[in-house]
């Protein structure tokens, strides 16, 4: 599912869902009920909408968002309500990051705290590219954002586009999901040659951040907490978010080998735990 509206009765939930027309939505509807451990496929319909109808109804749904004092998340389409805020202009697509979200928000916070200036970020799971931005906004110096959908990447490109970053501040990587071909280990960064395709290349100690940020969800962040913990240098902010404030317990118990000085903040029924990198690791086993 791409992009969804959400509303909740006391009896049901209803879910709006935007598709690609040659996607097929029986596939993606039943992969949806056994990813939540639905006996039975939920009943739905199908509408044809006219694109233009589409992207009008996304427009009017969306208006700027300010997530702190001076700092606003604005659609292309509106007018920055405060010219002399730090303003971060985005045209969302299909990609994840409006700034209306609590993980987003909670990483803005934890990216406006952090950066002194002169950072080096990576976004994980960059969606819209919406954190690299806001963190090279703050004074950053570069930052890379990285994900395995190829829209995300289009989208964030087209957003730094709109905010005035050029390839020398920021760069964005497609790279191999856990699902590919490729082998799981595999999962660094790769180089975006086509639309859908990607190169793959082992990560350096020149690749290494002063400051991870990966906004994604629960199983990922447990999936890959070696690979988000290998691009952050000692003493690395590390933030991680897409989760639960009742998953914070999970998150905790798999970094805390790798992070010192943890901490979680919460807005909502969502959370974000940061720490930094220790200097000198233990070896843990999973």
């Known amino acids: 599912m791409d992009?969804?509206?959400?509303?909740?009765s006391t009896d049901e939930i209803c879910i709006s869902s935007i598709f690609h027309e040659v996607e097929d939505i029986n596939v993606s509807i039943s992969h949806a009920a056994d990813s939540i451990g639905l006996k039975e496929i939920p009943r739905y319909e199908v509408k044809i909408d006219d694109e233009e109808d589409w992207m009008k109804r996304s427009q009017e749904s969306l208006h700027p968002v300010q997530v702190t004092e001076g700092l606003w998340v604005v659609p292309k389409w509106c007018t920055p309500p405060d010219v002399q805020a730090t303003n971060i202009i985005v045209n969302p697509g299909l990609a994840?990051?409006?700034?209306?979200h609590a993980t987003t928000k909670l990483c803005l916070l934890l990216l406006h705290g952090c950066i002194k200036g002169g950072e080096h970020i990576l976004d994980y799971g960059t969606g819209t590219g919406i954190l690299a931005i806001a963190a090279l906004k703050f004074g950053a110096a570069f930052a890379v954002g990285v994900d395995v959908d190829s829209e995300a990447i289009a989208s964030a490109s087209q957003n730094a586009y709109l905010n005035n970053i050029g390839q020398d501040k920021m760069q964005l990587h497609l790279v191999a999901s856990k699902t590919s071909s490729s082998s799981k280990n595999d999962l660094t960064f790769g180089v975006m040659e086509g639309e859908n395709t990607c190169e793959i290349h082992p990560v350096t100690d020149e690749e290494k951040f002063d400051v991870v940020v990966?906004?994604?969800?629960l199983n990922p962040l447990l999936d890959l907490a070696d690979q988000i913990i290998s691009h952050a240098k000692p003493g690395a902010v590390v933030g991680l978010s897409?989760?639960?404030s009742e998953q914070v317990q999970y998150i905790i118990e798999r970094y805390s080998p790798f992070l010192e000085g943890i901490e979680v903040s919460k807005m909502d029924d969502w959370a974000c735990v940061s720490g930094r990198k220790k200097k000198f690791e233990c070896e843990v086993t999973h």
């Open 242 to 244: 897409g989760i639960l």
């Open 214 to 217: 990966a906004n994604i969800l």
């Open 96 to 100: 994840f990051g409006t700034g209306e």
């Open 3 to 8: 992009q969804d509206d959400v509303s909740q």
